[in-house]
């Protein structure tokens, strides 16, 4: 019995018996009512844990660590890092542009900019509900390996003349150790904070999920599924949209279940979480369009080349 069925039951008992619904709608419904429950569950827990875990990582002490690896090592740290900090990219691009006025290497602050919206949390919890274990990590791996070659191939190329210039003002403040109450106060309050973001596009992507899921016809996907050019189509329908992991990946999961290869699926995700044009458009306030545009293709590139992957292996 898996960790999660007590809630499968409730629901169906839910649809089925206390409201008595049958066919499709009650599918669809039932489908809506488990995933909207463990999700509800899974973030407030694990967010709650990882906001704790912040508490111990000041923004000030991870510029500092960081600024001192200029190597490798440095673009591994920055994009395990990018796994704790904020769930989307358009939170992520001022602790980015806060990493450059502190000196650490352009190559470095870009692992942290993809990793960021690519493996952060969100994404990891509802993988982890919806998929599990296996498909988790080789997701946070995959991910990790864009993030940390991206980054460090943009950094071998000293691109920095390509940097807008920008001034920031930065107020220096007294250092503030928190007590344990304190901490728990603030990862509740930060859950809470997210849980008020990201849940209506739970809602919506789960929503959505659940049309797909009972309504889709199961041949909807094949013409794309065997197609050799599926992963970059994917990638590029991905690209215009916007959306956290929260309201994708319920989507992610139906059209999986419809016949979507998960390598085709998972780049599609990574296309509208890391290169959604909302990114784009902040980010060209501090990056010229040339080191954009090498960005740009780079994290493509690392995208598509992953979809194949993980369509070859699985």
Known sequence: MGIFT?????????????????????ESLSFFLYDIMKIFILLCVLIFFFAYIRTYLPREKVKKFLSKKYTIVGNFLASFIGIFTPFCTCSAIPLFIGFLESGVPLGVTFSYLIAAPMINEIAVILLFGLFGWKI?????????????????ILGKMHLEKYLVNWKIKVQKK???????????????????HIIQRVFPYVILGVGIGAGIHSYAPENLLSSLSDSFF?????????????SNAAGIIPVITSLIEKGLPLGTALAFMMAVTALSLPEMIILRKVLKPKLLALYIGIVTLGIIITGYLFNFLL
């Open 136 to 152: 988790t990590l080789l997701y946070i791996g995959s991910g990790m390996v864009i993030s940390i070659t991206a980054g460090y």
């Open 6 to 26: 007590p809630i499968e039951l409730s629901a169906q008992w839910l649809v089925y018996s206390f409201f008595g619904l049958q066919g499709k709608i009650a």
């Open 230 to 242: 599926a992963v970059p189509i994917a990638v590029l329908i991905g690209v215009p949209l916007y």
């Open 174 to 192: 007294r250092v503030h150790y928190l007590t344990f109450n304190e901490r728990i106060q603030q990862s509740y309050q930060e859950t809470m």
